[in-house]
């Protein structure tokens, strides 16, 4: 009983677990799998980017009607987006303003910049809206391109 004993102590201790080889080889399936996902982030993040810069200038537009409904005009350049949150004090003003048309200040568009309000837009819209993408630049393409309102 003695010897099948041994045999089983043994077979314990020979179990010292992984190698100092394979978890090298564990640690570089590691890094190859979360180096793939991480370029595949930064892809979808991009776009993800578009898709809100594209929903703002949306909800932009939304307030911006409202405003034109209860003021009968758009806000000039110089009043900007901010005569959406806060009654503006430069001509033209009205009396009909029931704002504010957005909870918020307007943010930045996804890349940190602020949005150009135009108006009227370059096409011959009463305003326009544009988020100059990554750069922060006109002009661009891909991630750098501009979105616009009126486009």
Known sequence: MNIGRRRILETLKDDGGWTFMETLI???IILVLTT???FVAVGNLEKARI?????QIESFAT???AFYMDCGNYPTESQGLGALRKKPETAPSSDGWGGPYLYKDAPKDPWGFE???TSPAPDGSPYGIRS???DG???GEGKDSDIKSWE
């Not at 898709?51 to 929903?55: C, D, I, K, P, Y």
């Open 115 to 117: 949005y150009e309000y």
């Open 51 to 55: 898709a809100a810069a594209r929903t």
């Open 36 to 38: 793939t996902v991480g």
């Open 132 to 134: 100059f993408g990554a």
């Open 63 to 65: 307030a911006l009607e």
């Open 26 to 28: 564990v640690l570089a």
């Open 137 to 139: 630049a006109e002009g």
